[in-house]
């Protein structure tokens, strides 16, 4: 079944979250962290999309960064979510899978023919 | 594809990411400056790194239109802002305004003495005493400077200022409390 195109509503929502969650896996530079999300799906991500998320999240003292001097190329900016951006992480990731349980839910009793998620991915 | 770049741009990527650094400081003039300038460093930065990877008109191609990045960092603040150009215009367009609707009382007034022969009357335009005189020799408007007319004047454009602006987006917000 070809995937249809993806509303870019849905991404905004959950792109603060999967920027958290990445950068607890290690920390990253800017494209780094695109280059990131597009391996591991997100394939139409761009800079554009992410640096206004990754400025927020430092506004909001979620995300910290460092400069780090390039031995090859110009100095890079890492970061890594602060002990608020954990919490923050742990929260929105309750919610998430709150949130898709129901859906999934709702989607299964509205929609009986459609695939429901399975169980590993809820 | 992954180049090796030195730690400073060429002068033609430089010129090429200053460029697209002044369009996307027109499109975010209305952003708080203080947030602006921490923005604009970071992004110098990033727009950097990205380039040593790809290449700058590549990176700078992934950044997509400064509107439309402008946008992007404009969605991400927790209310919207006043757009003071937006205001700047409709101030301007209310003095014109003012001015052409002066011009036009004061063709109307002279026409009117004109026909009745020609002479000199006072009349009050927004608070400002106006003396108009018409004659076959002469054409002239006077007006004077006055308190009245300051205020008036004064008030209709900061008015159309903080509509055109949206200047109460600077009010605090009052937050709903659950039940």
């Given at each position: 079944m070809p995937e249809s195109p993806r509303d870019p509503q849905l991404l905004k929502g959950v792109l603060p979250i999967l920027v958290l969650a990445l950068l607890t896996e290690r920390e990253s530079y800017g494209y780094e962290l695109?280059?990131?999300?597009?391996?591991?799906?997100?394939?139409?991500?761009?800079?554009?999309?992410?640096?206004?998320?990754?400025?927020?999240?430092e506004r909001d003292d979620l995300i910290a960064s460092r400069l780090v001097a390039s031995p090859a190329g110009p100095a890079r900016k890492y970061y890594v979510p602060t002990a608020a951006g954990s919490t923050e992480l742990g929260d929105a990731v309750a919610a998430w899978r709150g949130l898709?349980?129901?859906v999934d839910t709702v989607l299964t009793r509205a929609l009986p023919g459609a695939p429901a998620l399975s169980k590993e991915s809820s | 594809m992954t180049t090796t770049a030195p730690a400073r741009p060429g002068l033609r990527d430089r010129l090429r990411r200053d460029w697209y650094r002044l369009r996307f400081e027109l499109a975010m003039q209305d952003y708080p400056p203080k947030d602006y300038r921490r923005i604009a460093r970071s992004l110098t930065a990033e727009i950097d790194a990205a380039a040593a990877d790809t290449g700058m008109?590549?990176?700078?191609?992934?950044?997509g239109s400064p509107r439309r990045l402008a946008a992007g960092y404009y969605a991400e603040l927790d209310r919207e802002r006043p757009r003071y150009w937006d205001g700047g215009i409709v101030l301007g367009l209310v003095l014109l305004g003012a001015w052409v609707c002066l011009l036009a009382y004061w063709g109307g007034a002279g026409d009117t003495l004109l026909a009745q022969g020609g002479g000199t009357v006072?009349?009050?335009?927004?608070?400002?005493?106006?003396?108009?005189?018409?004659?076959d020799d002469e054409?002239?408007?006077?007006?004077?400077?006055?308190?009245?007319?300051?205020?008036?004047?004064?008030?209709?454009?900061?008015?159309?200022f903080a509509l055109g602006s949206r200047l109460w987006r600077l009010l605090p917000r009052r937050t709903r409390q659950p039940a």
């Open positions: 695109v280059t990131r999300l597009q391996s591991d799906g997100l394939t139409d991500i761009t800079t554009g999309t992410v640096y206004p998320v990754l400025a927020r999240l898709v349980t129901t | 008109r590549q990176a700078l191609r992934d950044l006072t009349l009050d335009y927004l608070g400002a005493p106006t003396t108009i005189t018409a004659t054409l002239a408007l006077a007006t004077s400077l006055t308190l009245r007319g300051t205020l008036v004047v004064g008030g209709l454009a900061a008015v159309g």
